[in-house]
């Protein structure tokens, strides 16, 4: 348990056990209301002690034993539930014989004066500064970490990190050598300001930081914080957004107090498209409270002197939907992207990463580094982490490449499920579906390279797969190069109606894409003879973040959207038909390949080689689909 929580659970305790102590000490104990006729009875027969007489009532102690024939049948049974002394109440009338009756009875009496203030401060006072005290202990608790309660909940929640706390520098970045030029000279300017004064410059106000998830924005920050021997304030754009209105802005005016107090410092803002959202029109307070805390930070930007050595950091993946004023000349005045790294990037990646990791000497980070494209520094992380995690399950004393190709195939395809068990009609059905895929790959000039292919299912839903690994990095596709894309995802729906005459579901995803891509063709890239060059697609697409576009209203004609069907359908159907011609003029590939996936299970690039070689695939076939001519503009 935490030492901090457990200190507040002990005042809970204490204000506890001071409650019963009142109720112990101030109060009576097991009070019982009698009438006057039973108090008289209860006199007469000796069973009262201690009467204590004010402002008309009796109060005192009650013998429990022997009133069977005084007290009723209910208030007998509520003495008796009850142990210790019982006491009594009984308000009194106009008997001068009392005081008699009462010498005669020896019982020791007498009177005194009540105390009402003592009695209101006990009734009332004391409670009510309990109930205070639980309502603000759960209030110190709903105002967060750090110490943050109700009365500071406009102080700002930024970590503060030393130099020495980060443990980051730029020797642990890697695969993203332009951001860190960039970044690196900002550590000039804190490190040697004069140097760029001296000439009338200005140290920038702001960096903004984007990329993909994953891709290392914050590990860079912290990095120029560690280079540079510099406060690090740390927090995300969230912990701005409170339930108060007014809280966020507060918070921002504390955020610059602190980092001008620690000058020279980083401040570092993660995730800041939650504050920095582009205004606009709204009526609800939300919007309100958004606007107000964003102002409040482009004020405090305008007015922030960077001469006195406070850089602000910030970080996204939505860079689209940032407020234009926040990115000026003058706020931000710097914006570094960062890219998923290439295939150097990716070995440099990992080999950071293997730094603590024991491996084989027959690993090659080479080869994991071209298996692994469009994977970021997080994902190569995993793999590595994965692979290491799978090596000290099975007691190795070092990790293998196996290990690696496991972690990948986990992490592609998803978890291998040993336990769904296939009836033989669907295992032939995903065994031919697969192979039309890796063969029509092969079958392609400007497909990617099969690396293995699996009739394991994996995942969720997937059945079988086919891995291709590309040999290369590439940032631009060709007209014939998406053909031969979609020639691969139709491959294994062609296999399966030219072997079996029939088809199944597990098609859809391969379906889905083939037409998406086809759309995009026909709709983005211009490589439509029919429509030209125009696009048909307006909707501004995430630059970071993959994920359903928001619909918008259509800006072409119905006559239009009809010539855009058609333009993918018949992608679609040449794709299918270029499809059944190799599978057709290479059936008895098709045939041992699926066999040999019945036989193994998996198939990889040593095994697809030699098969390959065994049923002398035509060599013609091996050809880009481009049969077709290409459409005016295509590149």
């Known amino acids: 348990m935490d030492k901090k929580q457990t200190f507040s659970l002990w005042y809970v305790l204490a204000a506890l056990v ?130 943050h309660g109700m009365l500071e909940i406009g102080k700002s929640k930024a970590k503060v990190y030393m130099q020495t706390e980060t443990g980051v520098t730029f020797k642990d970045v890697a695969g993203i050598d332009e951001a860190r030029e960039e970044l690196m000279e900002v550590v000039e300017f804190l490190k040697n300001p004069d140097r760029y004064k001296r000439l009338g410059g200005k140290i920038p106000k702001g960096v903004l930081i984007v990329g993909a998830p994953g891709t290392g ?46 000058a020279p410092c980083i401040v570092f803002i993660d995730e800041i498209d939650a504050l920095g959202k582009a205004r606009g029109v709204g009526l609800s307070g939300g919007h309100e ?57 990716r070995r440099q990646i990992l080999e950071v990463h293997v730094k603590n990791v024991k491996l084989a000497p027959a690993v090659d980070l080479a080869v994991l580094a071209a298996r692994t494209p469009g994977f970021a520094g997080a994902d190569l992380a995993n793999l590595v982490n994965e692979a290491t995690l799978r ?69 969720i839903a997937a059945l079988g797969y086919t891995q291709q690994s590309p040999t290369e990095d590439r940032y631009l596709m060709r007209r014939s190069e998406l053909l031969d894309r979609l020639d691969v995802l139709l491959a294994g729906r062609v296999a399966e109606q030219l072997v079996f005459e029939d088809v199944s579901t597990g098609a859809e995803n391969d379906l889905q894409r083939a037409t998406d891509m086809a759309r995009h063709m026909v709709t983005h890239y211009g490589m439509s003879e029919a429509l030209g060059l125009a696009t048909y697609d307006a909707r501004p697409a995430p630059l970071y973040l993959n994920g359903p576009m928001l619909p918008e209203p259509r800006t072409f004609s119905e006559r239009t959207a009809e010539a855009i069907d058609g333009e993918v359908r018949r992608l679609l ?39 390959m070689a065994s049923t002398a695939a035509p060599a013609q076939l091996r050809v880009a689909a481009v049969a077709l001519p290409p459409a005016d503009g295509a590149s």
Do not use: C
Not at 75 to 101: C, I, M, W, Y
Not at 129 to 141: A, D, E
């Open 217 to 262: 924005k914050t590990l860079l920050a912290k990095a120029v914080a560690g280079e540079a021997g510099v406060p690090f304030l740390s927090l995300s754009g969230s912990e701005f957004v409170e339930m108060f209105v007014g809280v966020g802005a507060a918070r921002v005016r504390d955020l610059f107090e602190q980092a001008a107090a620690k």
């Open 18 to 147: 001071g409650m019963i102590l009142l109720q112990e000490f101030f109060t009576p104990r097991h009070t019982q209301t009698l009438t006057y006729s039973e108090f008289k009875q209860a006199l007469v027969a000796g069973k009262l002690d201690d009467v204590v007489i004010a402002d008309g009532i009796a109060t005192g102690k009650l013998r429990a034993e022997g009133l069977d024939q005084i007290l009723p049948k209910e208030k007998l049974e509520a003495l008796k539930r009850t142990s210790g002394d019982h006491g009594f109440a009984t308000v009194l009338v106009n008997d001068p014989g009392l005081v008699a009756q009462l010498d005669a009875a020896k019982v020791r009496y007498g009177s005194v004066r009540e105390s009402k203030w003592l009695g209101a401060l006990i009734s009332w006072v004391a409670p009510a500064l309990v109930f205070f005290g639980i309502w603000w202990f759960l209030m110190k608790r709903m105002g967060g970490g750090m110490g």
């Open 391 to 459: 090596a000290a399950k099975r007691g190795k004393d070092a990790v293998d490449m196996q290990d690696f190709e496991e972690a990948l195939d986990r992490i592609v395809a998803g978890l291998e499920k040993k336990n769904r068990v296939m009836n033989p009609t669907e295992r032939k059905f995903v065994a031919y579906h697969e192979a039309g895929h890796a063969l029509v790959a092969e079958l392609r000039k400007n497909a990617d390279r099969v690396t293995k292919v699996s009739i394991i299912p994996r995942g």
């Open 573 to 611: 159907d040449e794709a299918r038909d270029r499809v059944t011609q190799t599978l057709r003029a290479n059936r008895e590939t098709l045939e041992a390949l699926a066999a040999l996936l019945l036989e193994k299970e998996v198939v990889d690039r040593t095994m697809l080689d030699r098969l």
């Open 289 to 345: 409270e958004h606007e107000q805390t964003l102002n409040q930070l482009l004020a405090e930007m305008d007015g922030f002197d960077t001469n006195r050595g406070v850089i602000i950091l910030a970080a996204t993946n939505r860079p689209e939907v940032l407020d234009p004023a926040l990115l000026r000349p003058g706020r931000f005045d710097r914006h570094v992207a960062i890219d998923r790294p290439d295939l150097i990037g």
